[in-house]
C-alpha cells in the first residue's frame, strides 16, 4: 500500500461503506472467549452501545453480527473494521499529521498492536492476556482520524479506549490524556471488569499496553536481568558476579515472562521455563529468546543437569503445565537455586492461568463454560503448585513473587503461603512467607534511589538513530557514574554494562525502543543530550521518552511496587494520582491513569506518561517530578536508600523542598507501651 493511500485511510475513520465480513484467522493468537456474563437485557444494552459508533444504514446487519461477537466470544471486538493494511510502527513521516507530537503518538499505538509485537492483535490486546489498546476497532479507527487531524491548540480524551474526542487546550497541555478502567472504589471487583467491559464501556489497560508504551520485551529484559542477578546475590552473597552454574526455574513465555529466559542467559545462569501455550512458546523460541523446547520431563531433567555441570547459560523451555514441572523437580529431589512464576495470575479465571490436570483447550473451554469448577481447578493446582515449591525452598531455593498476584491469589486459594509468626504491625494483615521480587530487590536497590524503567523510542524507525542514542546514553552515564556517591555505583556500573551491550543483544522487537533503568539524574541528562543530538540534525527525528509505569512513582500497588512501603500508607494511592496530575501540568506529550496493571483489577493505580522531543524545548520539570515525587514518599515512610536519594536531590535542585520524617527510637515506643 502506498504512503498516500495509508494516510487516506487513516484520515477516513470509521468508513462510508462497510468492509467485507470478518474471517476468523486461526493462524494468530486469539484471546481466550471470556466469560457470558452479561444478562438478555444487558446485551441488548452492549449492542446498542458498540452500535453507538456506525450510521444507521449499517445497524441491521451489524446488530446481528456483534450479537454473535459477544456470544462467542464475550465482547465485541468488530472484527470486520480491523484495518487490511499492516499496523507497525511506522517512521513517523508516513502518519498524516497536524501536530508532529500527535504523529509521534500515533507511531507509539501502532506499535502496540503490531502482529508481531502483540498478544492477541485481533482483539486489540497487547500483553498480559487481557491488556488493551482499545475495546474495538472503532474506537482504533476514531482515535487514529483525530490524532491525525489535531493540532497543537488541542487534547484528545480516551476514556477506557473510546475516543470522546478533540477539546481545545493549549500547546503546552499533554496532546492525549488517557484514563482506562476508572471506576467508583466499590465497584473494582473482577465480575465488575467482566461487566463493564463485555457492555463495552470500561477496560483493563494494564500498564503500558493502553498507555501506548509497550516496546515489546525488551521492556523487561533490563529488569528482569537485574532481578534475577540480585536474586543470586541474595543467595550467595553481594559479590557474585554473574548466575553461572545457577538453575532458576520459573514460568510463562508471554508478553513479560518471555524475558525471564533472554535475561537468565545475559546474566550468565540456566533458564528451566514452562510454558503451556504452544503458539506463545514457538514466538519466542522462533525469536531466539529462548533456546531449547522440551516436551518430555525426564529428558528435560537430563539436558538441566548436564547444563548445570557445565555451567551453560542456557535457557531450556518445557511445553506443558508448570505444575508438572514443580512436582517433577521436587520428586526427583533436584536442587533449585532461584525459582518464581511469571503466570498472569492478576487474571487468573479468564485465560492468565491454566491449571494442572487440563488441558489448554479443555481449560479453555471449561473456563467460559463452566466458570465456577474453572476456579476450583485453578485454587487445587495452586495448592499443588505451592506444596511443590515449599519443598524446593525447604532445601535452599530463593523464591520469590513476580508481582503477578501469585502469593495473593495462591492464598485465596487456601495454599501454605503464609509467613508463622510475622505480620503484624506493616500495614497488612498477614505476610507471606516468599517476599515480592520489590521488596527484596527492586524497591530497596532501584525504586528507593530512584532508578526505574526510563525508555526511549526512535520515531525515525531507523536502526541507526537507535545505535547514536545508544553512544549518548553510554557518555552521559560515563559522566555521571565519576561522581556517584557508594550508595549506587553498583546500578550505575550495571546500566553502563547494559547499554554498551544492549545492540549487540538484539533486544528490538518492533519500534526502535531501548530500556534503560535510569535514575532521576541520568533520565533528565539524556533527555537533554538527546535533545540537542535532534536539535543538531545528529539524531533525524523525535524521540519519545517514556516509562513502565513500574516505577518509582507512577504506581500505587501494595503487593508490587508499593510492597516495600512499611508505614501503613501502602493501600493509599494519593502518589499515582498525584504523579499523573503534575506529569501533565509539568509538560508531559500524553499521560494516562489506569485501574488494574500487573496485579489485577482494584488491586493497583498506575499511570505513566509520554515526552516527545524533537529538539526545540525540554521538559525537565517533568521528568523531575516524575522521579521525585515517588522517592519523597518512599522517604516519608521511612526507606533508607530513599532517604539517602532525597537528600541528594534537594542539594542537587534549587527550589526543591521536601518534608523529612523524623526517626523515632524503638526505646521511646516501645518506653510508652511497656
Ligand atoms: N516481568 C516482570 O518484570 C513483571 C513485573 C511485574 C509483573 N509481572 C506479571 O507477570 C505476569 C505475566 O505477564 P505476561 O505479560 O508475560 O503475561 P502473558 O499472559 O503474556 O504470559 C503468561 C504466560 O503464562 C502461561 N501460563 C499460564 N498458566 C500456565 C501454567 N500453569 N503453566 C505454564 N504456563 C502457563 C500463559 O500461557 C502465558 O503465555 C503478569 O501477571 C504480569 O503482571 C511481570
Known sequence: MSDKDFKELILQGIPDSLPPKPVYETSVNHAPGRKDILSG??????????????????????????????????????????????????????????SIHAAAIMHMLSNNLDDTVAQHPQELITYGGNGAVFQNWAQYLLTLKYLAIMDDSQTLVLYSGHPMGLFPSHKDAPRVVVTNGMVIPNYSKSDDYEKFNALGVSQYGQMTAGSFMYIGPQGIVHGTTITVLNAGRRKSGPDMKNLSGKIFV?????????????????????????????????????????????????????????????????????????????????????????????????????????????SFEESNRMMREDPERFREKVFESL???????????????????????????????????FAKGKGKGNGMDEEFRYPSYVQDIMGPLFFDYGFGPFRWVCTSGDPKDLETT?????????????????????????????????????????????????????????????????????????????????????????????????????FTADMAIQNVIGDAFRGAGWVSIHNGGGVGWG????????????????????????????????????????????KREMERTPGLVVTLANIVDDGVIDGVFD
Not at 557508594?486 to 549487540?504: L, S, T, V, Y
Open 41 to 98: 437485557e444487558e446485551k441488548k444494552l452492549a449492542i446498542r452501545n458498540a452500535l453507538r459508533y456506525f450510521p444507521k444504514k449499517f445497524h441491521k446487519e451489524l446488530a446481528a453480527e456483534f450479537l454473535i461477537e459477544l456470544e462467542t466470544y464475550g465482547r465485541i471486538y468488530m472484527y470486520r473494521f480491523k484495518p487490511d493494511y499492516r499496523i507497525y510502527a511506522r517512521p513517523i513521516s508516513q502518519y498524516p499529521c497536524k
Open 250 to 358: 520459573t514460568s510463562g513465555l508471554g508478553g513479560m515472562s518471555g524475558a525471564q529466559p533472554k535475561a537468565t542467559v545475559i546474566a550468565g545462569g540456566i533458564c528451566v521455563i514452562a510454558e503451556v501455550n504452544p503458539k506463545a512458546l514457538k514466538t519466542r523460541h522462533e525469536q531466539g529468546w529462548v533456546d531449547e523446547v522440551y516436551s518430555d520431563l525426564n529428558t528435560l531433567m537430563n539436558r538441566m543437569k548436564e547444563a548445570q555441570e557445565k555451567k551453560e547459560a542456557v535457557s531450556l523451555a518445557y511445553l506443558g503445565n508448570v505444575v508438572d514441572l514443580w512436582e517433577k523437580l521436587a520428586e526427583d529431589d533436584c536442587f533449585v537455586d532461584l525459582g518464581s512464576d511469571q503466570t498472569s495470575l492478576h487474571n487468573p479465571f479468564a485465560g492468565g492461568y491454566y491449571p494442572a490436570s487440563l
Open 383 to 417: 495448592k499443588r503448585q505451592v506444596l511443590a515449591i515449599n519443598k524446593l525452598s525447604e532445601k535452599g531455593m530463593y523464591f520469590w513473587d513476580y508481582g503477578n498476584a501469585f502469593l495473593l491469589e495462591a492464598g485465596r486459594a487456601g495454599a501454605d503461603v
Open 470 to 570: 545508544d553512544g549518548i546514553a553510554l557518555k552521559v552515564l560515563e559522566t555521571i557514574a565519576k561522581k556517584a556517591p557508594p550508595e549506587i555505583i553498583m546500578q550505575m556500573q550495571d546500566n553502563i554494562h547494559w547499554i554498551r551491550e544492549a545492540g549487540k543483544n538484539k533486544l528490538v522487537v518492533g519500534s526502535q525502543a531501548r530500556i534503560l533503568y535510569a535514575d532521576c539524574e541520568g533520565r533528565m541528562k539524556i533527555a537533554e543530550a538527546f535533545n540537542l543530538a535532534i536539535r543538531l540534525g545528529i539524531i533525524s527525528a523525535p524521540v519519545v521518552l517514556g516509562r513502565d509505569h513500574h516505577d518509582v512513582s507512577g504506581t500505587d500497588s501494595p503487593y508490587r511496587e508499593t510492597s516495600n512501603i512499611y508505614d501503613g500508607s501502602r
Open 603 to 646: 488491586e493497583v493505580i498506575n499511570g505513566g506518561f509520554g515526552m516527545i522531543l524533537d529538539g526545540t524545548e525540554e521538559a525537565e520539570m517533568m521528568l523531575h517530578w516524575d522521579v521525585n515525587n515517588g522517592i519523597s514518599r518512599r522517604s516519608w515512610a521511612r526507606n533508607e536508600a530513599a532517604m539517602f536519594a532525597i
